[in-house]
T-cell receptor
Framework: EAQVTQNPRYLITVTGKKLTVTCSQN?????MSWYRQDPGLGLRQIYY???????DKGDVPEGYKVSRKEKRNFPLILESPSPNQTSLYFC?????????????FGPGTRLTVT | GNSVTQMEGPVTLSEEAFLTINCTYT??????LFWYVQYPGEGLQLLLK?????DKGSNKGFEATYRKETTSFHLEKGSVQVSDSAVYFC???????????FGSGTRLSIRP
C-alpha cells in the first residue's frame, strides 16, 4: 500500500530536549516536505527536499533541521524545542515527473512542548 | 505572488443540503488546482483535482470546475452527509518542481 508514515504520532516533551520525528514513504517520490498546522494559520511549509541531499527552507524553517540521506526518509529535527513549536506536523511526498501529481500526506504528529 | 483564498468557516449544514465552498486563486502561469480533505484525526488526502482550464474534477459526489476567467475552483456537492464533516483545503501548484500552496481551510459540519 502506498503510504507516508510518521513516528511518533503523539509526543510530549520539555523545552530544550532534542527530538526527531521520522518520516518515510514507499512510493519512490523525489519530493518530500514538512508542514505544521496551527489553528487559524492553515498549513505552513517548514522544509522541503527535491531529492537526496537536496533540502531547502520553506516558509517557517526557524528552529528546525532536516536531512535527506535516503530517498525514502526525511526526518524532522528539533534541536532545542520551544513551546511555540507545539503544533500538528505533517510529512508529505509526491512525484516531480508530471504536472498535477497529488501530494500524499502522513497521518500527522501532534507535538506538545512544555 | 501565488495564493489561494477560500471562504471562512465554519460552515454548518443539515444533511442532504447543497454545499458550496468558494475558492479563488492568484497565480503566475497555469496552475493545477486541488481540493484536499482532512477528516478528524487524520492527514490530508486528495479529494479531486483539475489540471487545466474548464476541467472538472469529481469524486465522492463532490465536483469543482477550473474557471480561468474568474480564477476560481469552487467545491460543490448536491446532497451532503454527516460523514462529509471535515476540513476542506483548496490548493494550487504551478509546476512539478514548485511547492503546493494551500488555502487556510474551511471546516464543514453536517448535522443529522
Amino acid at each position: 500500500e502506498a503510504q507516508v508514515t510518521q513516528n511518533p504520532r503523539y509526543l510530549i516533551t520539555v523545552t530544550g530536549k532534542k527530538l526527531t520525528v521520522t518520516c518515510s514513504q514507499n512510493m519512490n517520490h523525489e519530493y518530500m516536505s514538512w508542514y505544521r498546522q496551527d489553528p487559524g494559520l492553515g498549513l505552513r511549509q517548514i522544509y522541503y527536499s527535491m531529492n537526496v541531499e537536496v533540502t531547502d527552507k520553506g516558509d517557517v524553517p526557524e528552529g528546525y533541521k532536516v536531512s535527506r540521506k535516503e530517498k525514502r526518509n526525511f526526518p524532522l529535527i528539533l534541536e532545542s524545542p520551544s513551546p511555540n513549536q507545539t503544533s500538528l506536523y505533517f510529512c508529505a511526498s509526491r512525484d516531480t515527473g508530471t504536472r498535477g501529481y497529488e501530494q500524499y500526506f502522513g497521518p500527522g504528529t501532534r507535538l506538545t512542548v512544555t | 505572488g501565488n495564493s489561494v483564498t477560500q471562504m471562512e468557516g465554519p460552515v454548518t449544514l443539515s444533511e442532504e443540503a447543497f454545499l458550496t465552498i468558494n475558492c479563488t486563486y492568484t497565480a503566475t502561469g497555469y496552475p493545477s488546482l486541488f481540493w484536499y480533505v482532512q477528516y478528524p484525526g487524520e492527514g490530508l488526502q486528495l479529494l479531486l483535482k483539475a489540471t487545466k482550464a474548464d476541467d472538472k474534477g469529481s469524486n465522492k459526489g463532490f465536483e469543482a470546475t477550473y474557471r480561468k476567467e474568474t480564477t476560481s475552483f469552487h467545491l460543490e456537492k448536491g446532497s451532503v452527509q454527516v460523514s462529509d464533516s471535515a476540513v476542506y483545503f483548496c490548493a494550487l501548484i504551478i509546476s512539478s518542481a514548485s511547492k503546493i500552496i494551500f488555502g487556510s481551510g474551511t471546516r464543514l459540519s453536517i448535522r443529522p
